[in-house]
């Protein structure tokens, strides 16, 4: 087990400031603000900050550390039955080997907005949407997440690193919006609106 030092307290309090920090930013843009400013409160609790402190390196997240180390991370199993943004959250019927269920849309908008404020958290100035696209494209291998909320996500960062760069896709600036204006037009909920089951008609 790791040591707990005041260091790692400070680095891991810096960490989730800077992490809600830019979640509300992103929250605010999609239009969800009352999300982005209760975002993640129960990384406070005593049960999910020390640990987390004490496996905190400032580079990747303290609970994966902390699962490769001592098998099991307390904090996150604290963390994701308390902050329904999570996909594990909605993971349902364990007996029968668990069904994922579809995320709600105000989640999954909170989803979208964790998932770049932690990229933004942890990479910085190096932080790019098409780094966070790749991530993604390598967590959705592994990750037991509703197929239609991974078909959203597929989308949405794709979207956003043609936004970032249009160049790539044989576009100019002035024929699709920068990143920050294609979130505030309600973008993630008009993904997630179009591709939800409701949509698709099961095949006879």
Same mark, same amino acid.
């Given at each position: 087990?790791?040591?707990?030092?005041?260091?790692?307290?400070? +680095?891991?309090?810096?960490?989730?400031?800077?992490?809600?920090?830019?979640?509300?930013?992103?929250?605010?843009?999609?239009?969800?603000?009352?999300? +982005?400013?209760?975002?993640?409160?129960?990384?406070?609790?005593?049960?999910?900050?020390?640990?987390?402190?004490?496996?905190?390196?400032?580079?990747?997240?303290?609970?994966?550390?902390?699962?490769?180390?001592?098998?099991?991370?307390?904090?996150?199993?604290?963390?994701? +039955?308390?902050?329904?943004?999570?996909?594990?959250?909605?993971?349902?019927?364990?007996?029968?080997?668990?069904?994922?269920?579809?995320?709600?849309?105000?989640?999954?908008?909170?989803?979208?907005?964790?998932?770049?404020?932690?990229?933004?958290?942890?990479?910085?100035?190096?932080?790019?949407?098409?780094?966070?696209?790749?991530?993604?494209?390598?967590?959705?291998?592994?990750?037991?997440?509703?197929?239609?909320?991974?078909?959203?996500?597929?989308?949405?960062?794709?979207?956003?690193?043609?936004?970032?760069?249009?160049?790539?896709?044989?576009?100019?600036?002035?024929?699709?919006?920068?990143?920050?204006?294609?979130?505030?037009?309600?973008?993630?909920?008009?993904?997630?609106?179009?591709?939800?089951?409701?949509?698709?008609?099961?095949?006879?």
């Amino acid at each position: 087990m790791q040591t707990l030092t005041f260091k790692k307290i400070m +680095g891991h309090w810096r960490t989730i400031r800077t992490h809600r920090k830019w979640v509300r930013r992103y929250c605010f843009l999609a239009g969800i603000p009352w999300r +982005g400013i209760t975002h993640d409160l129960s990384k406070y609790s005593p049960t999910e900050f020390f640990e987390s402190a004490r496996y905190w390196t400032g580079t990747s997240s303290p609970i994966n550390v902390a699962k490769e180390q001592q098998g099991i991370s307390y904090a996150w199993m604290h963390h994701k +039955g308390r902050n329904s943004h999570h996909y594990e959250y909605w993971m349902d019927n364990f007996d029968k080997g668990g069904v994922a269920r579809l995320i709600p849309c105000k989640d999954f908008t909170e989803l979208v907005c964790d998932y770049l404020g932690a990229a933004r958290a942890y990479r910085g100035n190096k932080f790019t949407y098409a780094d966070e696209r790749i991530w993604w494209m390598n967590k959705r291998k592994v990750c037991a997440m509703n197929e239609y909320n991974k078909k959203m996500l597929d989308i949405i960062f794709s979207d956003l690193e043609k936004a970032e760069n249009p160049y790539l896709v044989g576009m100019d600036r002035c024929q699709i919006p920068t990143p920050k204006n294609l979130l505030k037009s309600k973008y993630i909920q008009e993904i997630y609106w179009a591709n939800h089951p409701s949509n698709y008609k099961e095949v006879q």
